[in-house]
């Protein structure tokens, strides 16, 4: 079966660091997403992960653990606008044909001053 | 360079009706997809169309089809609409055979089912 968890709701302190992880079970892997939706918009791309390791991006840095089916997301330096709900999506397909993600429930994120 | 458009952007439709939802990929792609999200929900993959073919699809029933024109826009189709088809959908799109696979949203069509 198809499965990723993500804890439901987090809360943080403006100006601090926030860990949100993402386990799975998929029947194909190729990539894990993290995407940041506010309310009643679109997702916008945060990033990707292949291959083993931690990918930084400026404020945002995000590991996988291919063995293990788990992945985080780290925030550093929190700021309001940070407030959102952050996806993580397996994209299960194999070869260029096919790009479909399977979509975690999402962590709605709180950042409080 | 113009991201992915939607529209309508928003939609009131009674059960048993038909709804037809547009999408426009962004420019220089070739692939999209479509995505049903409910409230508090993650996104759930409906069907995705490239070279105008429905490639993979999702657990949805057969009352969601879509279609791909060549210039790679889209539409979702949904008939006999029931109150749980509420929800935001939303179109992904991509390119394929470039090794980037990051896939671009639309702002998203919400359906409203009364």
């Known amino acids: 079966g198809q499965n990723i968890d993500q804890p439901t709701e987090m809360t943080a302190t403006e100006g601090a660091i926030v860990q949100i992880n993402c386990t799975y079970q998929t029947s194909g892997f190729n990539g894990l997403f993290w995407y940041q939706q506010h309310a009643g918009e679109a997702p916008t791309f945060l990033s990707y992960?292949?291959?083993?390791g931690l990918e930084e991006k400026g404020r945002f840095s995000s590991f996988l653990s291919r063995s293990k089916g788990y992945s985080y997301l780290l925030l550093k330096e929190l700021q309001m606008k940070d407030s959102a709900s952050y996806l993580c999506a397996v994209r299960d397909g194999y070869g260029g044909a096919t790009n479909k993600l399977i979509f975690g429930t999402g962590t709605l994120l709180a950042v409080q001053p | 360079d113009a991201g992915v458009t939607q529209s309508p952007t928003h939609l009131i439709k009674t059960r048993g009706q038909q709804v037809t939802l547009r999408c426009s990929p962004k420019s220089g792609h070739d692939t999209v997809s479509w995505y049903q999200q409910a409230l508090g929900q993650g996104p759930q993959f409906i069907f995705q169309y490239y070279e105008e073919e429905e490639r993979q699809r999702g657990n949805f029933p057969d009352r969601f089809s879509g279609h791909q024109f060549p210039n790679y826009s889209s539409e979702l189709n949904v008939n006999a609409l029931l109150l749980g088809d509420s929800a935001l959908y939303l179109c992904?799109?991509?390119?394929?055979?470039?090794?980037?696979?990051?896939?671009?949203f639309g702002p998203g069509t919400r359906l409203t089912v009364t």
């Open positions: 992960n292949v291959l083993d």
């Open positions: 992904a799109s991509s390119l394929v055979g470039t090794g980037i696979y990051e896939q671009y």
